[in-house]
């Protein structure tokens, strides 16, 4: 009864956004009171069909309610409920909307009686309905509903459906939910291996599983076959398996280029860590969550664009804060990179106190907009928006930095200090100002890190320290003095990172990436992409 | 013979003052506390006890960084990790005592292990019933992590922020592994309910005496180690890898090995920390290993005064103290004001106050010298012997090279 | 030519930094008890050679032999220093938060691994060599003060100072006067020629007027291998080495 409960909300689904044919209410409830006067199965079987023949998916409630014997009718006024049992008392439900309509006890109640022909046309009836449905969703999702419980008894009501069909997704949906129900029946060989190259034609999860249960039952050719078929679903699914896994992988990694990318630029071209740069992130992530509340108080229209309000804002909120630190601290310790280690650690503290005491200590609910939300699919891979959107929105990011840094006089004044700072000094660079604004630059571009990882991550006072430990590895993974450099670190751990995942688990494989990394540094301890030469052993 | 020869090496009067106070307290304080009723004024109550003793836990380890960071200039942002490893180690010989007397009664399985199901003890949990072996492990464990990451990362030549670095992945990713149930080791909750160590309740004024007396004993044997490696020419080798390492090489030596040392001496003296801390706190949880602990142990030190043996010391115990009072009257303030105590010392006490202390009195003593006898010249006998005091308590140099982004 | 009697054997040796040559086709040979002055302008090679010869960078191809018979590509730094190669850096480098003293303490021939060093005592012999060294880098007033405190001059006596201690049996000295006042130069040549009566030596030097003052054999590199060799006169009139000097 699985099926038919399924196929009812389907109609119920389509009834409520619905499109198709509907008959008008009164008549259906005219009909739908005729069950209580019925004095056999035939007559009731007759209703079955007079409802059926309305077109009207709203009648898969009480159908689906009479196939599952739960329809009954008020001894007193012969009014048809559908009844729900509840502590010994009934609910009544109206057969048409499902809403309460009152309770009644047990006694005041007689159930419409089926028996197994009943059944049949009950499920014939609404299998049509759905199969011939004039919205191909509702045929479509029929049809996935008909492949996952196949029943033998729904092939012709298919066939009919298949030689009529015009849309073509719609229609392998409908052959591969009749090759699972051929599969079930007790058809010849022949007819079941053509349905077994249908079902590996589909290629996914539950056609694999399908496979693997006809392969426990049957025996001979036809076991072999299924094995064959599901050996080779099996094959392609692994294949979208590592699709899927490189799509996380590089999604994870454009997260971590985002969160990293800034820190190798200020290492690069001061030798300065800034432990403080997981809170540029934060700061982002909260000027977003401020952004979208003025939005939503004042201008609710606008809510979609919110993040494009947010990244400018961002961007000069931690950069401003950026340049007060350099300013005001790191400037005065140039030359001693373990101490700004420390001064920038403990600006970090103040920074995620601060905005404990003033936005709280719990998450903050940062929205997406609209064109941010859901997902979509690629054979077997699912690809939500909002991880796509960030992808591209890391690439972007990069190209802009990679062009500053190569064609504008301000990258060339930046790597030439990263080469040799004494003599970019000697040059004419005003290397003080390089520092600073590189320092503005690397904060502020943590801070629309923060727009985009408000996105997929909880918006709490501790959000830059999740991120500040991978992005060092990527730094330290990938070298500095080359963006080429963060973007391979940042997407070669995000997608070994996701490929250890499914074999040892998030934890673990996180842990096995930062032992390879301590492992790696050994080997290349300046990373992969190191400046080399005289130069750097000065 | 040998040990005579290195104690005496380094051990300066104000060294000496520090470990006969330490010995002092080891003694006075369980006396004050068991022998006196709770109503004399000469009465140290249970809580002070506990709370010094742990704070004496902290300088233990406060001083094994030092000794890496001031001595032989190796930031180590990993050091929580030894800490904490050593105190699993003795929060599994407390498990272990506890026996039958868990909420599950079962005599061999801690109770979170018979709560996750498991049927038998692992095989890294046995031998840890005995005392003796707890104890071992409590020095093996975290210098053998030591050795090994360190012989790795030295040999490789992995120096300044990059080492920096690494330690704290080291650090997190033992955070990560022992928040994981199946490690054994308690997962989120960690080891704790401790009830006998040696046969003696925990929680017991007479063993809290005990165990602060032992605090202060190991945080003595501490102080005269350090001396003892800082007056040695081990020591002073120490200080020529921090300052010039490359130096060091092409005249012979192995700075790997001088830092390797260094690191592993530094990790089990951490471990002994972290075992008494166990004891007295009542709890380990993988929260120990938490990046951020041991970053805040680097500040004690450099408050204190790196490169100096009461440095740190002092340091672990003023911040520690400030931390009790600020988390009591105001507990939103305290990391602004921990914050802002990482940002003072780097930009106006780079020293430390003892390393800040020594400058001004040297200074002084200069003024006095020049003022005394301004003929003679500057290689006068009690000369001599003033710099080679001073030098047990080795400065560190500031400012240095321009920044240069690999080191 | 047999390299057995030679303290120094370079042949054909390359290396280059992300396709720069900075050492090509290098050869040189030096004798034993041999000092050599080393010329060339900068950029031609000669502080890579001398991290080739001290274990700091690999040569990507070519031998290198110490005393004959020992390849020093296959040795690390400290065992190289170990086996009796000195070096002294273009920069002074000494323990700065050290006395000087200490530094020579430091450096003093001896057994180089941790446990000695953790229980070593001084013994009369080792102060009386102190003793000497100081005497003979002219530092015995200075013998307590920090390292730190010494003038630019008197590093890079105590650096050679340092380079004597350890006793070796060829040393390179890079740019020893560099900063200094004529009156210190002479000394520094007068030194150098009094060390090079028991030890081969290597010197790498600009000051014209310096190498002239120590006599010997001079050789000039030029974009990483030899351009001229002979003595003084001789290789500042060789017309390749005023071009590359002049630079026509």
């Given at each position: 009864m699985r099926l038919l409960r399924a196929l009812g909300l389907i109609l119920l689904f389509a009834a409520g956004f619905g499109a198709p044919a509907h008959a008008d209410e009164g008549e259906l409830r005219t009909i739908i009171a005729k069950f209580a006067t019925s004095k056999n199965f035939r007559e009731t079987e007759a209703v079955v069909r007079e409802l059926a023949a309305?077109?009207?998916?709203?009648?898969g409630r009480p159908l689906g309610a009479l196939a599952d014997g739960n329809l009954s009718f008020r001894k007193s006024d012969g009014q048809v409920f559908i009844v729900s049992e509840a502590g010994g008392a009934l609910t009544l439900l109206d057969p048409l909307s499902g809403g309460r309509s009152g309770e009644a006890a047990s006694r005041e109640v007689t159930k419409v009686r089926v028996n197994n022909s009943l059944r049949r046309a009950v499920r014939e009836a609404i299998g049509a309905l759905t199969l011939n449905s004039p919205d191909a969703g509702v045929r479509l999702s029929a049809a996935e509903t008909m492949f996952r419980s196949p029943d033998p008894e729904a092939i012709d009501a298919l066939d009919a459906a298949i030689a009529v069909e015009a849309v073509a997704n719609v229609k392998s949906r409908m052959e591969e939910a009749r090759a699972a129900a051929v599969l079930a029946s007790d058809l010849g060989d022949s007819e079941k291996l053509a349905a077994l190259k249908t079902i590996e034609r589909r290629g996914d999860r539950t056609a694999l599983s399908l496979l693997a249960a006809v392969k426990g039952r049957a025996d001979g050719v036809l076991k072999g076959a299924a094995a064959r078929s599901a050996a080779n679903v099996r094959e392609t699914l692994s294949a979208w398996d590592a699709a899927q896994n490189v799509w996380f992988g590089i999604s994870l990694g454009s997260v971590l280029l985002l969160a990293a990318i800034g820190l190798a630029i200020t290492f690069g071209v001061m030798?300065?860590?800034?432990?403080a740069h997981g809170e540029m992130v934060m700061l982002g992530a909260y000027t977003t969550f401020v952004v979208q509340n003025v939005i939503r108080a004042s201008y609710p229209g606008l809510f979609d664009w919110s993040l494009a309000i947010a990244l400018p804002l961002a961007f000069l909120v931690a950069g401003g804060v950026g340049l007060i630190i350099e300013r005001g601290v790191i400037r005065f310790l140039y030359g001693r990179p373990l101490e700004t280690l420390l001064a920038t650690w403990g600006v970090s503290l103040i920074l995620q106190q601060a905005v404990r005491t003033i936005f709280g200590p719990t998450n903050r609910e940062v929205g997406n907009p609209s064109w941010m939300s859901g997902a979509f699919e690629i054979g077997q891979m699912s690809i939500t928006w909002n991880r796509l959107w960030i992808v591209v929105f890391a690439f972007t990011v990069f190209a802009v930095l990679l062009y500053v840094f190569k064609f504008t006089a301000w990258g060339l004044h930046m790597r030439a200090v990263t080469q040799n700072r004494r003599m970019a000094a000697s040059m004419g660079i005003r290397t003080p100002w390089v520092d600073a604004l590189t320092f503005a630059l690397g904060s502020g571009i943590a801070g629309i890190a923060g727009v985009a990882l408000s996105q997929i991550d909880n918006v709490s006072p501790n959000l830059g320290q999740g991120y500040i430990i991978d992005s060092f590895m990527v730094v330290v993974f990938g070298g500095?003095?080359?963006?080429w450099g963060t973007f391979v670190g940042a997407m070669t751990l995000g997608v070994v990172n996701k490929f250890l995942e499914p074999y040892a688990g998030a934890v673990l494989g996180k842990i096995i990436v930062l032992v390879l990394i301590i492992l790696f540094i050994q080997k290349r301890p300046r990373g992969l992409f190191a400046l080399k030469g005289r130069s750097v052993e000065a | 013979m040998i040990t005579q020869r290195l104690f005496v090496a380094g051990l300066t009067p104000r060294i000496q003052i520090v470990i006969a106070l330490l010995v002092g307290a080891a003694v006075l304080v369980p006396v004050l506390n068991l022998a006196f009723p709770p109503s004399s004024p000469f009465h140290v109550p249970n809580y002070m006890v506990a709370l010094v003793g742990k704070y004496l836990c902290y300088a233990l380890l406060a001083l094994a960084l030092d000794l890496v960071w001031g001595y032989c200039g190796i930031l180590s942002l990993g050091h929580g990790a030894f800490f904490a490893l050593g105190g699993y180690a003795m929060g599994m010989y407390l498990m272990r005592q506890i026996g039958a007397r868990g909420v599950y009664g079962n005599p061999d399985l801690p109770d979170f292990m018979v709560f996750l199901n498991w049927k038998e003890l692992p095989w890294y949990w046995h031998g840890f019933d005995q005392f003796w072996f707890a104890a071992i492990m409590i020095m093996a464990v975290p210098g053998l992590l030591a050795f090994v990451f360190g012989w790795f990362a030295f040999r490789s030549r992995v120096t300044g922020v990059y080492l920096s670095i690494i330690t704290q992945a080291m650090t997190y990713a033992l955070l990560l592994a022992f928040f994981r149930n199946d490690m054994g080791f308690g997962g989120n909750n960690g080891l704790t309910d401790f009830k006998d160590i040696l046969g003696f309740p925990v929680q017991a004024s007479a063993t809290r005496s005990a165990l602060f007396a032992a605090s202060a004993l190991a945080l003595a044997a501490g102080i005269a180690l350090v001396a003892a490696i800082a007056g040695s020419k081990l020591g002073k080798l120490m200080v020529a890898v921090r300052d010039a390492e490359s130096r060091t090489r092409f005249i012979g030596w192995r700075p790997e090995n001088v830092k390797l040392f260094a690191f592993t001496v530094s990790a089990v003296m951490a471990g002994i920390a972290g075992a008494l801390y166990v004891p007295q706190v009542g709890i380990i949880n993988p929260g120990e290993f938490a990046p951020a602990n041991s970053i805040e142990v680097v500040v004690w030190t450099a408050i204190g005064g790196?490169?100096?043996?009461?440095g740190p010391i002092l340091g672990a115990l003023l911040v520690n103290a400030g931390k009790s009072w600020f988390t009591g009257a105001l507990p939103e303030l305290w990391l602004f004001a921990l914050g802002g105590l990482f940002v003072a010392v780097t930009l106006f006490l780079p020293k430390g106050i003892v390393g800040t202390y020594d400058q001004w009195r040297a200074v002084r003593r200069e003024r006095r010298l020049a003022k005394a006898d301004l003929p003679s010249g500057p290689a006068e006998a009690g000369d001599v012997r003033i710099v080679r005091a001073s030098s047990a308590t080795s400065p560190v140099p500031q400012g240095g090279p321009e920044p240069q982004p690999a080191e | 030519m047999t390299k057995n009697h030679t303290i120094l054997y370079l042949d054909g040796v390359s290396v280059s930094f992300d396709g720069f040559k900075a050492i090509n086709n290098l050869s040189l040979v030096l004798d034993k008890g041999e000092m050599r002055a080393i010329i060339g302008p900068n950029g031609a090679g000669k502080t890579t050679m001398m991290d080739i010869i001290t274990g700091k960078t690999r040569p990507d191809e070519g031998e290198v032999f110490f005393d004959g018979t020992i390849d020093l590509t296959r040795h690390d730094e400290a065992d190289i220093a170990m086996m009796g190669i000195g070096r002294k850096f273009q920069k002074p480098t000494v323990f700065e938060s050290h006395t000087v003293e200490d530094n020579l303490l430091l450096s003093m021939k001896g057994p180089r691994s941790i446990f000695p060093a953790l229980v070593h005592r001084g013994s009369i012999g080792e102060a009386r060599r102190i003793d000497e060294i100081l005497a003979t880098v002219r530092l015995e007033a200075r013998r307590a003060d920090l390292a730190a405190n010494l003038s630019h001059g008197q590093k890079q006596w105590l650096e050679i100072g340092m380079l004597l201690a350890q006793d070796p049996k060829l040393l390179l000295v890079d740019e020893p006067v560099a900063g200094m006042t004529d009156a210190e130069t002479e000394e520094t040549a007068r030194l150098l020629r009094e060390i090079s009566k028991t030890r081969s030596v290597v010197v790498v030097e600009h000051d014209m007027h310096f190498v002239r003052e120590l006599d010997v054999k001079v050789t000039c590199l030029h974009e990483g291998s030899v351009l001229s060799e002979g003595s003084l006169d001789f290789v500042s009139s060789d017309e390749r080495v005023v071009e590359v000097y002049l630079g026509r």
């Open positions: 309305t077109g009207d998916p709203a009648v030798g300065v860590i800034n432990m500095v003095g080359n963006l | 790196r490169g100096t043996i009461v | -």
